[in-house]
């Protein structure tokens, strides 16, 4: 969303049923847009109860920590904030964004993208396996499943969306569990969210 678009094109883009706005850090993607420039655009969709979906690595967590904390509107983190997984599920790097799950009651984290994450690979992504389940665990209330079909931007093989499926069981093992990642939350987000 452009940071100029008038009160009327906001109204009329939450009458077509936009809820969201994605704030991109990922440096390698895009030129990042000035802070003061997405805090305006925060402080804009808030009240109209619409949330920012916000991709970043893990190595930048650090900087933007204060920043993603201080955002007036509900947050949904981005293939859980891409961590490398080569490093340890209870390293300083996942252990930070663990603590930044915690700060806020109102950030939620996608648990996707294990094909994007994985230094092991298919079928199973099993070193995306522990931090995935960790987040799916620690916050059951907070996280989100989906694919990113179709997965631009992707270097490397093409997923096969079935065995992304088959990843959800084994990063939420109860029934309990899987309700909440596909049914549950989604529905507290996108539907039961005040406007």
Not at 91 to 101: A, D, I, Q, R, Y
Not at 153 to 162: E, I, Q, S, V
Request: hydrophobic share 40%.
């Amino acid at each position: 969303m452009r940071a100029e678009v008038s009160d009327g094109e906001l109204q009329a883009l939450h009458e077509a049923g936009i809820r969201g706005v994605r704030f991109n850090f990922v440096k390698r993607l895009v030129d990042v847009t000035p802070r003061d420039v997405l805090e305006r655009i925060a402080r804009r969709i808030a009240p109209m109860g619409w949330h920012i979906v916000i991709y970043f690595e893990a190595a930048d967590l650090a900087d933007l920590f204060g920043f993603l904390v201080a955002l007036p509107a509900p947050l949904v983190i981005d293939h859980m904030g891409r961590p490398d997984v080569s490093k340890p599920v209870d390293g300083p790097e996942f252990s930070l964004f663990t603590k930044l799950m915690g700060e806020r009651a109102d950030l939620w984290c996608k648990v996707t993208c294990p094909e994007r994450l994985s230094k092991s690979g298919p079928p199973g992504y099993e070193d995306v396996v522990p931090f995935a389940r960790r987040i799916v665990e620690k916050f059951p209330d907070r996280v989100l499943w989906g694919t990113d079909w179709p997965h631009p931007n992707l270097k490397g093989h093409m997923p096969d969306d079935g065995k992304l499926v088959d990843f959800i069981p084994r990063i939420a093992p109860t029934v309990e569990l899987q309700r909440g990642l596909l049914v549950d939350n989604p529905m507290k987000l996108y539907w039961e969210n005040p406007e």
